[in-house]
């Protein structure tokens, strides 16, 4: 895959409904065979957005590639939707962990929680947590599929729905890029689209459970996510920002 071919599919795509640019993807980027791998994944975080385009794409596909980030540090209620989710659609996820000696050597360092200590420390704990694991399966892969939508976060207001990630070479489908939080919600509703009971507990955005807590009233959606930084820095480096994978150890940005 070229980044000039993304343009051309930007341009195909550009006022096609989400169904079909799902189906389009999906059937494009298939393996060959039943030993060869599809070529296109979604990276699930189990929040709202992921949920809607789990039900989504196995709804088009039934046996569609879905993996986890497993930092080992969720939510219970995250697990539990895990298996609620797997129960429904009758599939399994593709489960990535971080390597262990990377977290021993990390936590013999500097502590379990060193993530409050500093932003450095909080990047370095995403990046052998979400980031490393995160790499090594997107370098399988010519196509990942995310539930980012603009209006979640300050870094995310130029993203497209289909764009190059330069960083890692491939596309970077974000179908729900347009999306509001109205919308989403309104789709769980209306398909009975398990969710995570954190939602309904005041947590608009879910990530490991020492770093979100719930938001009050009025308060921004990822307002709950390492709330003791500033909206800038509240990426953790799963998604690049001007074409960088920002948030990666020595670098700023990122999310999850
Ligand atoms: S969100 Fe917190 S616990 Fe999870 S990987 Fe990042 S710093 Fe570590």
Known sequence: M??????????????????????????????SSVKDQDRIALASSLGAEDQVLTHIILSIKPEARIFILDTGRLHNETYELMSRTMKRYEMKYEFLFPESADVEAMESQDGPDLFY??????????FFRKVKPLEKILSSLDVWITGLRKEQAVTRNALEKIAWDKANGLIKLNPLADWTEKQVWAYIKEHHVPYNKLHDQGYPSIGCAPCTRAVKPGEDLRAGRWWWETPEQKECGLHLVDGKLAGRRGSHGSSG
């Open 2 to 31: 070229q980044q000039s071919n993304v343009k051309e599919l930007v341009s195909e795509f550009k006022d096609k409904e989400l169904d079909e640019i799902m189906r389009y993807f999906l059937a494009a980027y298939a393996g």
């Open 117 to 126: 200590e500093s932003i450095e420390n909080r990047k370095k704990c995403c």
